[in-house]
């Protein structure tokens, strides 16, 4: 069993940054893909990144390409979402996700393990 916890949510100026973090804990997270994912109201959840086991390797959504940066640290068991350039369509429930395979998908079904969620909320 994987627990996810995300942190580093909040209120911020369009134009701002934040950094989502998120902890795992129980299953060996260096072999484990990891991805964030977000989730507007009224919206389905979508994919935003992910990152292979390594850290090698990353892949964005279009819509945030060039803007958020993934990156981890398998010694702390922590993925890191860096949010720059804010929009405020961007306001959404971010999780993390985990899956037990090295490679990242884009697609929600693939992850296996789920955080609670982190509230962005970005104003215009």
């Known amino acids: 069993q994987v627990q996810l916890v995300e942190s580093g949510g909040g209120l911020v100026q369009a134009g701002g940054s934040l950094r989502l973090s998120c902890t795992a804990s129980?299953?060996?997270?260096?072999?484990?893909?990891m991805g964030w994912f977000r989730q507007a109201p009224g919206k389905e959840r979508e994919f935003v990144g992910y990152i292979a086991w390594s850290g090698g390797i990353t892949y964005y959504a279009d819509s945030v390409k060039g803007r958020f940066t993934i990156s981890r640290d398998n010694a702390k068991n922590t993925m890191y979402l860096q949010m720059n350039s804010l929009r405020p369509e961007d306001t959404a429930v971010y999780y993390c996700?985990?899956?037990?395979?090295?490679?990242?998908?884009?697609?929600?079904?693939?992850?296996?393990?789920w955080g609670q969620g982190t509230q962005v909320t970005v104003s215009s």
């Open positions: 996700a985990a899956r037990t395979a090295i490679w990242g998908t884009t697609r929600t079904r693939d992850y296996d393990y």
């Open positions: 129980g299953r060996t997270f260096s072999s484990s893909a």
